[in-house]
């Protein structure tokens, strides 16, 4: 069996980790074809089920657009909830919101704080963000020591 099948067996069986997994799996085209709507369906019966980390992935799929209208407010107030709950990737994911001024006033500070946050969690996106900001100066003052730190953190897999 695949991974794919494997994994569909056990989100059919109502395995919610599963079911976000596979969400993830069709969303990203990972061992199948893309497929939004499927990725959809698998993440909100995870997140039926009270899996944060599928409720973050709704917001994905709104702030992008993917199988629904986009709707990066939507995607907004489903990041803050999964913040509040410990979902650090939520954290990164609004961080983009205010580095681009989706639906928020565009605030790098704002955007920085977040990214940093994610990347203390060990959010590998969130580490990029704050070398990346350090590296343009964006929301925080230039400095190539402290993005390089940041960018062995990400290629160390920590």
């Known amino acids: 069996m695949t991974e794919l099948e494997i994994t569909k067996q056990k989100a059919e069986a109502g395995d919610a980790e599963a079911q976000d ?3 993830d799996m069709y969303r990203l085209g ?5 497929n939004y709507e499927e990725a959809l369906k698998w993440y909100k ?3 039926a089920q009270g899996n944060i980390s599928a409720h973050n992935h709704v917001g994905v799929m709104y702030q992008y657009g993917y199988a629904v209208e ?23 994911n609004l961080g ?13 500070e704002k955007a920085f704080s ?5 990347a203390e969690n060990g959010v590998p996106q969130g580490m990029e963000n704050v070398a990346n900001a350090y590296i343009k100066g964006h929301g925080v003052q230039r ?5 390089e730190k940041w960018i062995i953190l990400l290629q160390s897999g920590i």
């Open 114 to 118: 977040l990214f940093l946050k994610a």
């Open 96 to 108: 983009i919101l205010y580095n681009n001024g989706l639906s928020v006033p565009k605030d790098q």
């Open 21 to 23: 997994r596979l969400g």
């Open 45 to 47: 019966a995870s997140e």
């Open 30 to 34: 990972s061992g199948t074809e893309k």
């Open 70 to 92: 986009k709707d990066c407010e939507k995607a907004r107030v489903i990041y803050e909830e999964c913040i509040a709950k410990g979902e650090y990737k939520a954290c990164n």
């Open 143 to 147: 400095d190539y020591d402290k993005a």
